[in-house]
């Protein structure tokens, strides 16, 4: 019976999420053209593909899970994991949590994997970074942290203390912790803005837009009582605001990276300034920004980033022909392709972007089949697992 009442609780819980997230703002738009139950069933279709093929178990410790990021082969192939696969894993296993009745079991070995890779110069954030040598999994490549990975893995431990509880696992007092780790060392507290990892000088004005994510921050600034939170909120959203009036007008694209400019505001950063010559373009890191600032007006209604969406909405359906698969993988902020070629992990996120108007109602449709068509064992770690967190958002079940 008490069982019974569990799975009644989630259940309960989860509709009210549902219902939550679906009357936020009534201008924003789910696929049409499928029902409900269909989006469901194909959430689940690719959440257990996702969950077969990158959720891994150590072999050196049966109570610690991963996500195996590397089969791509992009990296040495000793390398499994980094700290942003594993955010979007607990993300993503939080989020089932009333559809997968192992979500708890798996999130709890994820939760000690994380527990046992830590970064060392703040050690309540995670080590970015680890590889398997065949006797252990070792951090490599510098014992610190990458932000991304931080914030969705703080912002999945309050999830998980929304879904189970924390009496079993004090998911909230470690998601504390983590959220105030993240403030000491992965915040710039003189422009207020997210630094990349704890390693880097506590006043680089070098910040990644693929680092902002706006809800996270406001359940950050809930969760903790600290103000702020609604400090950084406010300067990553200036930010970005800044980077599409003097950099983006016709095409609303942020950069992978940004920093501050003399006389104030921000400015792409210059090539090669962090990872490569595409470092103020919108590239592999950029490409995420359309899910994160949809899925804030989505869940909270914040209308900032809305002129923006809006504007990349209207430059990419124009750019593409209307047509997902002519969407590439990289474009200057002036509309320029970097690729001709297509991947998910861009066209992916624009998914979520198209919800937030009744105006792109086929284009949302479009890339919804898009999208889920796309065959799991086509695609790569990255792809895989943005499609499958914009398919989370675009059936509703984000909270």
């Not at 210059?270 to 920004?289: H, I, K, S, T, V």
Request: charged share 20%; proline share 4%.
């Amino acid at each position: 019976m008490r069982h019974l009442s569990r799975i009644a609780a989630l259940f309960l819980m989860c509709m009210v999420m549902f219902m939550s997230f679906s009357t936020v703002q009534a201008a924003s738009i789910r696929p049409s053209h499928v029902t409900q139950a269909e989006m469901e069933q194909t959430l689940l279709r690719l959440y257990g593909e996702w969950k077969d093929k990158y959720l891994k178990r150590s072999p050196y410790d049966p109570e610690q899970m991963y996500v195996w990021y590397n089969d791509g082969g992009y990296v040495e192939k000793e390398i499994i994991t980094v700290s942003e696969a594993h955010g979007y894993g607990m993300v993503i296993l939080a989020s089932m949590a009333s559809r997968d009745p192992g979500a708890k079991d798996s999130f709890d070995a994820m939760y000690e994997y994380f527990r046992h890779h830590r970064s060392q110069i703040n050690s309540q954030l995670m080590a970015w970074q680890q590889a398997d040598d065949g006797r252990a999994i070792t951090d490599v490549n510098g014992v610190d942290s990458a932000t991304d990975g931080d914030l969705d893995i703080a912002y999945a431990l309050l999830l998980a203390d929304a879904a189970w509880g924390s009496a079993e696992v004090d998911y909230l007092g470690q998601a504390k912790k983590l959220i105030d780790a993240i403030m000491e060392s992965e915040v710039n507290h003189s422009a207020w803005t997210l630094r990349v990892g704890d390693w880097a000088d506590a006043t680089d004005p070098l910040t990644r837009s693929s680092d902002f994510m706006p809800q996270h921050l406001k359940a950050f600034a809930r969760a903790t009582g600290d103000a702020r939170w609604t400090q950084v909120l406010d300067a990553e959203y200036a930010m970005a605001q800044s980077i599409f009036a003097g950099y983006s007008p016709k095409t609303g694209l942020l950069p992978d990276f940004m920093t501050a400019k003399v006389g104030g505001g921000h400015q792409p950063a210059q090539p090669g300034a962090l990872e490569g010559d595409n470092d103020g373009a919108y590239a592999w890191n950029a490409c995420r920004f359309p899910w994160r600032l949809a899925t804030d007006y989505l869940v909270t209604g914040d209308e900032r980033a809305l002129p923006q969406l809006a504007k990349l909405n209207d430059w990419i359906k124009a750019e593409a022909k209307n047509e997902p698969d002519n969407i590439k993988a990289g474009y200057t902020l002036e509309g320029k392709a970097l690729e001709d070629y297509s991947d998910l992990s861009f066209t992916a996120p624009l998914m979520v972007s198209a919800m937030i108007r009744p105006d792109d109602q086929q284009w949302l449709n479009d890339l919804w089949d898009y999208n889920t068509n796309a065959l799991t064992g086509e695609n790569v770690y990255y792809s895989n697992t943005l499609r499958l967190l914009g398919t989370i958002v675009a059936t509703g079940n984000w909270d």
